[in-house]
């Protein structure tokens, strides 16, 4: 039962994973830049979700204030951060994104103070399920469900509506979708509001998960969601989601099998770096890197 | 001088000492590395655990440079297959790797580090006086290499690889020269450091003090030895100038490397090259 709880755990792990990194991968393939900030729009949707739920009294109304901030907040670093450096070389976004995060990170930890904020209320964090003998939280059904409906959202949005073909044409090919007709400056904004809303989703549910928002809630995450989508050939929105499947299982096996010798919090690191070696081009993608 | 003045300035020729040899691979050679606290890291234990054992300060150097470019080189290895964005995911994963790694073995000290280092005799001035001298030497090797071949091919290879290889520049040697000497720099730099603190633990060379390093190769002008240097002094003596920038060192840190990227990419070194530009215009 052992092995069973921690495919759980992983499983569970993995589908946050993925809600956090498919923005980052769908940025990445779009402008081409290493939206290292996508963790402090992570925390943001956690902070936001913990203060409107404890003002309000109700989780829903946390999360739709999440939905609410961090939409704004990620279409504005594109506009105010990204766009009038989209001419340098990429690493010169990607250095002013990392000092972003670092900027965001330490300002939630002067704001918020440095111990963090807790539910009021989170009765679902307690919650558990016996299920033949596997413990399973609430919460952790709740990410996979989430999870779950959101890429079925996604796939639908991205398949049959007509806003969602036009974005999926100017990532794939920008000159020839503008020439279309699609206005490639609103896919940009479109991108970054839904890649935010979809970290602000993990970011609460970590939260609920963890009972607890401190500023350093992106920080590991976002560099494995880095290693992720490199790992899931950068840009490409399936590859992410194996990556991120993958990688909450090794990291949650791992943890017994190699945890003597390296942290977990390393174990997505070494996979990438493995990988790099044999597939410099990641899981899927068939660029050369 | 006072035992604080000591302190600082030791602090300052061990920062020089690391911004300029991250400058050599990110600005001479373009290929940027958020992992130097690794390399910087790697030096410290080498020097510590040659410290413990036969408490020789040249050879624990010898240690220090030889660590820090060992793994450099290893590291060297990926930027061969990997490029610009996936390099320096990869250099992020091998600070995070090494940080990972350390904290679980028990012959490096584990979470507690390693302690009680004997001192290398030469009392806190001397310690000073050695790491400036190596700073010194380190700054004047960076002048020279830069105006040298090497850094004619380094920036030619950071500049536009392919270019650089249709000249027959080999580019991949070239890359793995600066890794190689950018990473033993760093880890002559974490023996020093090992031999002024006498104490260590994995935490000081984690990835928040690689983007301190970039911060200053960034903010002083991605590629000027002298505009780094600036900057190293700079970034190092501000949180101690202005007692309220040490409780938001982050804070102020993350600002201005986004102000100076969004308002002056050149950094330092690009501002006043521009003002000498205006000042012969007008």
Redesign the interface.
């Known amino acids: 039962m052992y092995y069973i709880d921690l495919a759980v755990t992983g499983i569970s792990f993995g589908c946050m994973y993925a809600m956090m990194s498919v923005g980052l991968t769908l940025v ?1 393939g779009l402008l ?1 830049i ?1 939206h290292v900030a996508h963790a402090a729009v992570f925390a943001l949707g956690a902070y936001a979700t913990v203060l409107a739920a404890n003002a309000t009294g109700s989780i829903t109304l946390g999360f739709a204030a999440a939905l609410i901030v961090t939409p704004l907040f990620g279409m504005a670093i594109y506009r105010l ?1 990204y766009e ?2 989209l001419d ?9 994104s ?10 939630f930890r ?1 704001v918020f103070g440095e111990q963090g904020v807790t539910f009021r209320q989170n009765a679902l964090s307690f919650t558990t399920f016996d299920i033949a003998g596997v413990t399973v939280s609430a919460v952790q059904i709740a990410i996979v469900v989430t999870a779950a409906i959101i890429f079925l959202g996604l796939h639908l949005f991205t398949t049959r509506t007509r806003i969602g073909v036009g974005w999926r044409a100017t990532v794939s090919k920008p000159r020839i979708a503008a020439s279309f007709g699609i206005d490639p400056i609103k896919v940009r904004y479109l991108n970054f509001a839904i890649g935010s809303a979809l970290a602000a989703v993990a970011g609460g549910l970590v939260a609920l998960l963890d009972n607890l928002v401190d500023p350093g809630i992106g920080f590991v995450v976002s ?1 494995k969601a ?2 992720i989508i ?1 790992l899931g050939g ?1 840009g490409s929105v399936r590859g992410t989601l194996i990556a991120s499947l993958v990688l909450g299982l090794v990291e949650s096996y791992g943890t017994i099998f190699i945890g ?11 996979a ?2 493995i990988l ?2 044999i597939r ?1 081009q990641g899981f899927i993608g068939a660029r050369t ?1 | 001088m006072s035992a604080y003045t000591i302190s600082i300035v030791s602090i300052i020729g061990i920062n020089v000492i690391l911004a300029v040899s991250l400058n050599m691979i990110s600005g001479f050679c373009g290929q940027i590395s958020l992992g130097h606290g690794a390399f910087f890291g790697a030096g410290a234990y080498a020097a510590a655990l040659t410290m413990v054992k036969i408490a020789n300060v040249p050879l624990a150097l010898l240690a220090a440079l030889v660590a820090g470019g060992l793994f450099g080189i290893i590291v060297g290895f990926a930027s061969l297959r990997v490029r610009s964005d996936f390099l320096a995911v990869t250099t992020i994963g091998v600070n995070f790797l090494f940080v990972g790694f350390v904290r679980k073995q028990s012959w490096l000290g584990g979470e507690m580090g390693i302690s009680g280092i004997p001192p290398t005799g030469l009392g806190a001035s001397g310690n000073m006086i050695l790491i400036l001298a190596l700073a010194c030497a380190t700054v004047a090797f960076s002048l020279y290499v830069s105006r040298s071949w090497m850094g004619f091919a380094f920036r030619a290879v950071g500049e536009d690889e392919q270019a650089a290889t249709t000249l027959g520049i080999a580019a991949g040697a070239y890359k793995l020269a600066a890794f190689g000497i950018g990473t033993a720099l760093a880890g002559l730099a974490g023996g020093l450091y090992t031999f002024f603190t006498q104490f260590i633990t994995v935490d000081a060379f984690d990835f928040i003090f690689s983007v301190m390093l970039m911060a200053m190769v960034v903010i002083g002008g991605i590629g000027s030895t002298w505009g780094v240097v600036a900057a190293a002094i700079g970034l190092t003596l501000l949180p101690e100038a202005i007692r309220f920038v040490n409780d938001y060192r982050l804070l102020v840190f993350g600002g201005m490397l986004v102000l100076v990227i969004r308002l002056a990419p050149g950094g330092l070194a690009g501002l006043v090259r521009g003002s000498f530009v205006h000042a012969r215009q007008s």
Do not use: E, H, K, S
Request: hydrophobic share 65%; net charge negative; proline share 8%.
């Open positions: 990445y081409r290493l951060l009038p450096l340098y070389r990429p690493d010169v976004p990607m250095i002013a990392v000092g972003l995060l670092v900027l965001m990170q330490d300002a002067i560099y880095l290693a490199v950068l003597t010798w390296l942290d977990r919090d390393a174990i997505a690191f070494l990438l770096i790099l070696m410099p890197a």
